[in-house]
């Protein structure tokens, strides 16, 4: 499938819209422990989070995914990659951190942030 730059400077301006309008939400529930522990790895609040999303731009983007989940599968999946310096919470220093970043922008323009933790592996750009 060829996507083509616009198509996620769109998509990321209505996710941006509904972000700053308070229209999404994290997972933070026991099947997203990985988005807990950045939580608990690192001094990360909600307005933090907030900015990191509003920073992401179209060269973060890495790939489209089917909702695999039953009944769901006409939902499109956008991952991005974005590196962010972080405080250690338990500790002194300040790290840069690569996050793997999921976001499900529903029909009605809420936006699920499916995932938010640091990457199990390194991932491939899609415009780099």
């Not at 338990?90 to 690569?98: F, H």
Request: net charge positive.
């Amino acid at each position: 499938m060829k996507i083509e730059k616009k198509e996620i400077d769109r998509y990321l301006l209505e996710v941006k819209e509904a972000v700053r309008n308070g229209r999404y939400r994290i997972e933070r529930n026991s099947k997203r422990q990985e988005n807990l522990n950045l939580f608990l790895d690192y001094v990360i609040d909600e307005a933090k989070t907030k900015d990191i999303i509003l920073s992401l731009n179209a060269m973060d983007f890495s790939e489209i995914l089917q909702n695999e989940h039953k009944g769901f599968e006409h939902e499109r999946l956008y991952v991005f990659g974005k590196n962010v310096t972080l405080l250690e919470r338990y500790g002194t220093e300040e790290r840069t951190v690569s996050l793997y970043i999921k976001l499900n922008k529903l029909e009605n323009c809420f936006v699920i942030v499916i995932s938010f933790h640091e990457q199990r592996r390194p991932i491939k750009y899609y415009f780099k």
